[in-house]
């Protein structure tokens, strides 16, 4: 009898002093954790497969990342093992039923040119004892938008779980790193004369401008497309290396061999390739091109004026030497 009496006042005591002792109140939105006799830690780990970001991430298409979250507390499985459930319960939780635990996903560092999102971002889960995590799933999904630059990203996955009871809260999180992959695009701007007409004896020089729309530092090299065998074309400089919307000039040197006779067309474009000296490089080679018309020497210009100079010369020359020979002729008679 007077065991059962000490017994009584024992957990009488007990639960009492488990009344007394809050475990957290919320203030001003925030949880504010009370000094407790003893508690307990969670911990989550997360771990992410990697294989989908072995390449640099497609434009304007999804890509699946999946992240796998364990979740566990160190609270042995036998804790007041021999103690009823309910008071067990409310020792460990507050709570005479056992509440579930919820785990919260968040992204940090979004940026403005990707949708990034998450399948699920919060799981309800029973909180297990230290020989029991739990895994939970999910998948993290991201989509760069055609205007995401070609560098190398970071983004943050957070996990966290609040405190509950005696088991106290826990946040954690991983860094993600992922690079989209590189768009060469550019665009020409020709010179506002479409045709020009040729000289045999210099150079013709015109313009025209290119604009970097690739998401990324590029070199662009001038090449043309088309040309006469007779006319032989330069470009100055050789090549630029611009930066994401910059615009530049090439200018093209036109030279003409005096084969060349009628009207005639050359088409210039330009390829480009992303600026990185410690790998292969591809080249992209737009359909974009811009042509000017060659106009050869008009007939009463060089061509012909040519030919008019021959024979004056040759006319005035026969004239000089028949007013030598008669001037000789009247001398000798």
Known sequence: MLKLSLLSVFLFSLVSFCIFLPTNVVQANE??????????????????????????LK?????????????????????????????????????????????NISIIDKPDWMAISLSNNQFSVEIPAEENPIE????LILFPYSEAPAFPYTISIKVSCGQIGRINSFSTQISIVFTPEYKPDFILFPSSEKSYNISYNKNTQTFFEIQCLANKKSRVTPILKKAPENVTITFIPEYHDLNIGERDIFYVNISAKPSFKHNASIVLSANMQVFT????????????????????PKQNEEGYSFKINLILNIVLTVIIVILIVNFKWKKWW
């Open 136 to 139: 939970i799933s999910t998948s």
């Open 31 to 56: 949880q504010v954790s009370r000094p407790m006799l003893f508690s307990f830690q969670s911990y989550i780990d997360i771990v992410y497969d990697d294989e989908p970001l072995t390449e640099d």
């Open 277 to 296: 000296l410690d790998q292969d490089r591809t080249l992209f080679e737009s359909n974009e091109t811009i042509s000017y018309l060659l106009v050869p």
């Open 59 to 103: 434009l304007d298409k999804s890509t699946t990342i999946p992240l796998t979250i364990k979740y566990g507390t160190d609270v042995p499985s036998d804790f007041l093992k021999y103690m009823p459930w309910r008071l067990r319960n409310f020792i460990l939780y507050g709570s005479m039923i056992a509440p579930q635990q919820t785990i």
